[in-house]
């Protein structure tokens, strides 16, 4: 089946760049939020990256505004109709996950395909929630979704071949790498790449390092791009705390578990860079570790 219209879910830090990535690609989108205010933060910051590739010359203020013409933001599930694929990415908790395929499925067309960008719960989950388990999957795209090339393509149990060779059309049509991989929680990346930041946070319990010390250490001696506790902070603390218990659930493994220390700023509300602290405090020009961790 041909995709030429495409819902995304949810337009906050996940979904607002997953949104502008496809309709850049020449797809036009739905951008359906909850609440107002939501969709025009979400879709202020498409706005704002489009006006910035002109400012950088990456491209033209046509295309800039051709691209933003393809995103028609909405809080009416009603709008999806029309869509050949839709794609969630609205909070990490699988009972909103489910409330909210109840109502797409209620109104997309029997043959559209249905994909989560969920990092770690299991897609069988929410396809079997669906009238379409069998045109169900997973497209997990990481985060800023404008800049990293990967996403990866998620086949359940239920998942057809066609199914998941439209996935990964889809995604190539995009310009990203598809990586293909199972429904096993974390999939390929969060598997690795959460215990390492959890692993992070514990060194800093255990007075290894500062903040600062264990970020530089690591861009300098692994040629990583971010520290670990920036980018614990860049991917969100309440994310990254959902994700390490869906994985210490599955695999009741210490490797996964939430460190105190998390679990204290969560308490806090400290949800690293979109909640303005976390290891660091955003209110400064630059972040600086947070003195109170
Ligand atoms: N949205 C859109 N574009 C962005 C952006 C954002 N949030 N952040 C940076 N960019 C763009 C910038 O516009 C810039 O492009 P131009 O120079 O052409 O304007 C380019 O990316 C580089 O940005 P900067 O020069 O500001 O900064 P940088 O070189 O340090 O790169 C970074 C920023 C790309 C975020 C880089 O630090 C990086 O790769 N960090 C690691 C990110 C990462 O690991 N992400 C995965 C997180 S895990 C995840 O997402 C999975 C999950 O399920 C939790």
Avoid at 7 to 21: D, E, F
């Amino acid at each position: 089946m041909e995709i030429k219209q495409v819902g995304v879910l949810g337009a906050g830090l996940m979904g607002h760049g997953i949104a502008q990535v496809v309709a850049q690609a020449g797809y036009d989108v739905v951008l359906r939020e909850a609440d107002q205010g939501a969709l025009d933060k979400g879709v202020g910051k498409i706005e704002r990256q489009l006006a910035r590739a002109v400012e950088k010359g990456r491209a033209e203020q046509a295309d800039a505004d051709a691209v933003r013409a393809r995103i028609a933001p909405t809080l009416d599930y009603g709008d999806l109709a029309g869509c050949d694929l839709v794609i969630e990415a609205i909070t990490e908790d699988l009972g909103l996950k489910l409330e909210m395929w109840r109502e797409v499925d209620a109104v997309a067309a029997p043959e559209a395909l249905f994909a989560t960008n969920t990092s770690s719960l299991s897609v069988i989950d929410q396809a079997a929630s669906t009238s379409r388990p069998d045109r169900f999957f997973g497209l997990h795209f990481f985060n800023p979704a404008q800049v990293m090339k990967l996403v990866e393509v998620v086949r359940g149990i239920t998942t057809t071949d066609q199914t998941f060779d439209a996935g990964l059309e889809f995604t190539k049509s995009l310009g990203k790498m598809g990586i293909p991989t199972r429904d096993k929680a974390g999939f390929i990346v969060n598997r690795l790449l959460v215990p390492y930041m959890l692993d992070a946070i514990r060194a800093y319990e255990e007075g290894v390092g500062s903040i600062e010390e264990i970020d530089a250490a690591m861009k300098a001696g692994a040629g990583h791009p971010m520290g670990p506790l920036l980018l614990a902070d860049f991917v969100g603390l309440d994310t990254l705390g959902a994700i390490c218990d869906v994985l210490f659930d599955e695999f009741r493994e210490r490797r996964f578990a939430r460190p105190p220390t998390l679990r204290k700023m969560l308490a806090a509300g400290w949800y690293g860079r979109k909640s303005g602290m976390g290891f660091y405090d955003y209110s400064g020009d630059e972040p600086v570790g947070n003195p109170a961790v």
